[in-house]
């Protein structure tokens, strides 16, 4: 009778601690957004930006909407940061122009669905204008 409740016991034990393990999974996907308040400059111009839509897909792949005055779309791949599970690297290699663009970001993360900023520096890559993004989600 002992090593009966014993086991029970334990399973019961072990069906509690399973939710809380997958709880404290990383997803493999990620949307998130944020309003807020940036500058997407390309070359002399300069817009404001006043949202972002960040898609990262299981498998790398990266889309990121700015919204501004025009929507912008950029393409490229993510990883996590090591040391930090709130920081996504960002590498952008297509989206926006014909030619697209080059340059590297980090997203910074609220939490799994919210943006807290964003920065990215490249080129465009048949003109060789510089691009930059910088976004504050607001409070």
Do not use: Y
């Amino acid at each position: 009778m002992r090593v009966t409740k014993n086991i029970a016991l334990c399973l019961l034990l072990l069906s509690l601690t399973i939710p809380v393990q997958a709880l404290q999974k990383e997803p493999k996907s990620i949307v998130a957004h944020a309003n807020g308040t940036g500058v997407l400059k390309v070359g002399d111009e300069q817009f404001k930006v006043t949202g972002v839509v960040i898609k990262l897909f299981e498998g790398g792949k990266a889309e990121i909407n700015l919204i501004s005055e025009i929507t912008v779309f950029i393409s490229g791949t993510w990883s996590r940061a090591d040391n930090d599970k709130k920081l996504i690297n960002l590498k952008i290699t297509g989206g926006a122009t014909g030619g697209g663009i080059e340059a590297n970001g980090e997203v910074h993360l609220r939490g799994q669905k919210s943006i807290e900023r964003v920065s990215l520096e490249g080129e465009i890559t048949t003109t060789h204008r510089a691009v930059t993004v910088s976004f504050q989600a607001a409070d």
